[in-house]
C-alpha cells in the first residue's frame, strides 16, 4: 500500500477535524469572496459574474484581450513565484485560476493578489495606485 498516502490521508483528516467541518467551510467561502473583491478591485472580470454562481474553491479570472495568458502565468511564476493554474479547453487562454481549497489561508491568497498586481501593472495594465487589490481583499477580511 502507498504508506506515505495513507499518512498524508491519516494527517489531513486529522487537521479537518480538528478545525471542525462549519469551520472549513467558512473559511472556504470567506477566501473565495474576498479573492473575487480583490481580482475585481483590479479591474479583472471574473469567469463567474453572479456571486450566487461563484466557486468558494477556486476563484476564476478572466485575462485582458490584450495580454498573453501563457505570458502572465509565465511571470507570475518566474518573477513573483506564484504559480496559478490556466483555463482548459476552450477557456485555455482566456482565464486564469485561483486555488483556495484545502489547507490555504488569508496570507496565501494576499500574497497572490499583490503578485498579480504588480505583474499586471509591469505589463501596463494596472493604472491605479498599488495595493488596490490587496486594499480591497483586506477590507472584505476585516467584516
Same mark, same amino acid.
Given at each position: %500500500?502507498?504508506?506515505?498516502?495513507?499518512?498524508?490521508?491519516?494527517?489531513?483528516?486529522?487537521?479537518?477535524? @480538528?478545525?471542525?467541518? @462549519?469551520?472549513?467551510?467558512? $473559511? &472556504?467561502?470567506? /477566501? =473565495? &469572496?474576498?479573492? $473575487? !473583491?480583490?481580482?475585481?478591485?483590479? =479591474?479583472?472580470?471574473?469567469?463567474?459574474?453572479? @456571486?450566487?454562481?461563484?466557486?468558494?474553491?477556486?476563484? *476564476?479570472?478572466k485575462? %485582458? @484581450?490584450?495580454?498573453?495568458?501563457?505570458?502572465?502565468?509565465?511571470?507570475? $511564476?518566474? !518573477?513573483?513565484?506564484?504559480?496559478?493554474?490556466?483555463?482548459? =479547453?476552450?477557456?485555455?487562454?482566456? /482565464?486564469?485560476?485561483?486555488? &483556495?481549497?484545502?489547507?490555504?489561508?488569508?496570507?496565501?491568497?494576499?500574497? *497572490? *493578489?499583490?503578485a498579480?498586481?504588480?505583474?499586471?501593472?509591469s505589463?501596463?495594465? &494596472?493604472?491605479?495606485?498599488?495595493?488596490? =487589490?490587496?486594499? *480591497?481583499?483586506?477590507?472584505?477580511?476585516? $467584516?
Amino acid at each position: %500500500p502507498n504508506l506515505t498516502g495513507l499518512y498524508g490521508l491519516s494527517l489531513a483528516l486529522d487537521k479537518l477535524l @480538528e478545525e471542525g467541518l @462549519e469551520n472549513v467551510y467558512e $473559511r &472556504h467561502q470567506r /477566501i =473565495g &469572496h474576498f479573492t $473575487r !473583491e480583490g481580482m475585481k478591485s483590479l =479591474g479583472l472580470e471574473l469567469l463567474a459574474w453572479d @456571486e450566487a454562481y461563484a466557486s468558494d474553491t477556486v476563484t *476564476a479570472v478572466k485575462i %485582458p @484581450e490584450s495580454v498573453d495568458g501563457g505570458k502572465l502565468i509565465g511571470m507570475l $511564476r518566474e !518573477e513573483e513565484n506564484v504559480v496559478l493554474a490556466g483555463g482548459q =479547453g476552450k477557456l485555455s487562454d482566456s /482565464i486564469f485560476r485561483i486555488g &483556495h481549497l484545502g489547507f490555504v489561508c488569508d496570507r496565501d491568497v494576499l500574497t *497572490a *493578489a499583490a503578485a498579480i498586481e504588480s505583474v499586471l501593472q509591469s505589463l501596463g495594465l &494596472h493604472k491605479g495606485s498599488m495595493g488596490a =487589490g490587496l486594499s *480591497a481583499a483586506s477590507e472584505v477580511l476585516g $467584516r
